[in-house]
């Protein structure tokens, strides 16, 4: 037995032809859906990138206990699990957070595994004097990311030199040097289509347009505050970076067509989540609710046992199936603290293996789907707790957690999936809170695009019952109930919705008594700003608004004054000011 996993990062289901969409050129893709099953009705888990590599290993969710962070020792990894059996496996991979201290046990399970150079911020290669950038460019700088990237791309001068091609090309080289060999599992890892959306000129060639504006091909996390000629022209280059994937996988599926692997090797194409190109008024996976353009992913699976090809299944399935669907096509039985199901009665028959589908990104949203509704459920206060981070491994993506953070660690009993290892338990900060946006309920069945909640009582009380069950089956932490203001049991009646409206009502429609008059966009940045302030900011942020207000006589509150109010408000700190901002 052989398989084989291509997984791209930040592929948009909605911009694949596989799924509907008619002007993206990507005809290898295509050809997939008629070689495998095309899963309708796949979600991510554990967002974003780490977190769903956990997931893909352990084939458990993890976001209501862990950020961002590594393997912990207690985990059960299905590449691990492959090799104690026999499995040779091996990583062919561009993605550098592996590499970093939030990733870095990842591909020490794998037998063997090789690195391609060059992604987003690769610390690869060194330079004192800062890099040519263009004039315009605007661009996140996220410590050296933004630096490093410009760095590295003058490397990057032609399409064989790219990682992509690189790691395409190492993943067919270990498929060619191993074609007579059984018993073996290749990762091929793709960092793109993920931003920035750098490629080459042919496939910008693609999808001609006219366009002057700045470099742009790096959209920043927040709302969109470009224009539509900037937005438009950043989702063409995203569809270039896809092109250049689609290439590539025809590669793949070219190498199954000259070596007669279809006969006798899985082939599995996914994702991690998908991506934001100006939808929802946002750029971006993970500050934001997790709309179906982000959590709603694709999914194909070639399983030789049942040969089945040019089929679709409409049943729900998620990231943390993956693992139990390796386990079982290569014989082995997954542990029990898997909670992901073997898809292989939904390949051979379309029997589904789950109700819903929890997914997340820790301290935002507990989301859960059936497969008409998706309801995201938020915390019961602004304040956004209580919230935790438990782990042996205090790592964020670049750094350890500092000494602060540690100060003062408590020691967690045993959860039922830690195998009776205690845990640190270290008081979180969610650099997100999904306060800001309340809970929201789609009705996919008449509102595929979620443009517009709808206001459904008896269908908001079964999803919350719904999603507390789910929680329960993850042994999630007691205080994730209590920060999302629900009982264990998930039993919320109607009284008590309609409680919590009229709360979020009262901190949104403030009344200062100094006769202020508020535009829109000033009752939307103070209810923003009250939200990402510290409890005990955000209890006297009223009265320090009035004086603000009064001692520069400023009569109508808009945003502009709002975001002047709050580098006073946060003393000076501009890294607070600069995140309001970017909603």
């Not at 780490?50 to 590594?70: D, I, K, N, Q, V």
């Not at 979620?450 to 919350?464: C, G, K, L, W």
Request: proline share 7%; with cysteine; hydrophobic share 35%.
């Amino acid at each position: 037995m052989r398989a084989v996993m291509v997984m791209f990062d930040s592929l948009n289901r909605h911009l694949l032809p596989n799924y509907g969409c008619d002007w993206i050129r990507a005809p290898h893709f295509a050809r997939l859906s008629e070689q495998a099953v095309t899963f309708d009705n796949c979600y991510a888990g554990s967002l974003p990138c780490m977190p769903a590599r956990r997931e893909l290993h352990t084939g458990r969710y993890h976001f209501l206990h862990r950020s961002w962070g590594p393997l912990e020792p207690f985990d059960d990894s299905v590449v691990g699990l492959l090799r104690k059996r026999g499995v040779y496996t091996h990583l062919c991979t561009d993605h550098g957070h592996y590499f970093e201290a939030g990733g870095a046990t990842y591909h020490t399970q794998y037998n063997s595994w090789e690195f391609a150079r060059g992604q987003e911020g690769d610390p690869w290669k060194g330079r004192v004097e800062d890099p040519d950038v263009p004039e315009s460019l605007s661009g996140p700088k996220i410590g050296d990311l933004w630096r490093q990237d410009w760095v590295n791309r003058p490397y990057l001068d032609s399409e064989e030199k790219q990682p992509l091609a690189v790691t395409v090309a190492n993943g067919l080289s270990f498929i060619e040097t191993n074609r007579e060999q059984d018993n073996w599992f290749l990762q091929i890892e793709a960092f793109d289509p993920h931003e920035p959306f750098f490629t080459q000129q042919k496939y910008k060639d693609l999808y001609p347009h006219s366009y002057t504006g700045k470099h742009f091909d790096w959209p920043d996390y927040g709302k969109v505050k470009e224009t539509p000629e900037e937005v438009r022209h950043a989702v063409y280059e995203y569809a270039a970076l896809l092109s250049m994937c689609d290439a590539y996988l025809g590669q793949v599926l070219d190498a199954f067509d000259r070596l007669d692997l279809w006969k006798d090797t899985m082939l599995i194409v996914n994702t991690d989540h998908g991506f934001l190109l100006g939808e929802h008024r946002w750029w971006g996976k993970n500050i934001q609710p997790l709309y179906n353009e982000i959590s709603h992913i694709p999914l194909f699976i070639w399983d030789p046992r049942y040969g089945r090809a040019g089929e679709r299944r409409d049943s729900l399935v998620q990231t943390i199936d993956l693992a139990p669907t390796l386990l079982h096509y290569f014989g082995i039985k997954a542990p029990k603290d898997m909670q992901g199901r073997s898809l292989h009665p939904v390949i051979e028959e379309g029997q589904p293996v789950r109700e819903a589908a929890l997914f997340g990104i820790h301290g935002g949203h507990v989301n859960v789907t059936d497969g008409r509704y998706v309801y995201m459920r938020g915390p019961g206060d602004p304040a956004n707790g209580p919230l935790h981070e438990y782990t042996l491994m205090p790592t964020h993506m670049h750094q350890p957690f500092d000494v602060g953070e540690l100060a003062d660690l408590e020691l967690q009993e045993p959860f039922e999936f830690t195998k009776g290892c205690r845990t640190m338990k270290i008081g979180a900060r969610p650099f997100l809170n999904p306060y800001l946006y309340g809970n929201l309920l789609f009705d996919l069945e008449k509102d595929s695009a979620q443009n517009s909640t709808v206001d459904d009582p008896e269908a908001e009380m079964r999803m919350i019952r719904l999603l507390a069950r789910l929680m329960r089956e993850n042994d999630a932490p007691p205080e994730q109930f209590e920060r999302l203001g629900i009982p264990r049991d998930g039993v919320v009646g109607e009284e008590s919705l309609l409680a919590e409206k009229r709360k979020r009502e009262d901190l949104f429609f403030v009344d200062l008594g100094i006769g202020e008059r508020w535009t829109p966009d000033g009752r939307n940045r103070y209810f923003l700003l009250k939200c990402l302030a510290p409890a005990n900011l955000r209890e006297s942020a009223d009265a320090k608004l009035a004086e603000y207000l009064k001692a520069r006589e400023v009569p109508d509150v808009g945003a502009d004054a709002v975001a002047s109010f709050a580098v006073e408000l946060f003393g000076g700190d501009a890294g607070a000011a600069a995140l309001l901002r970017r909603f």
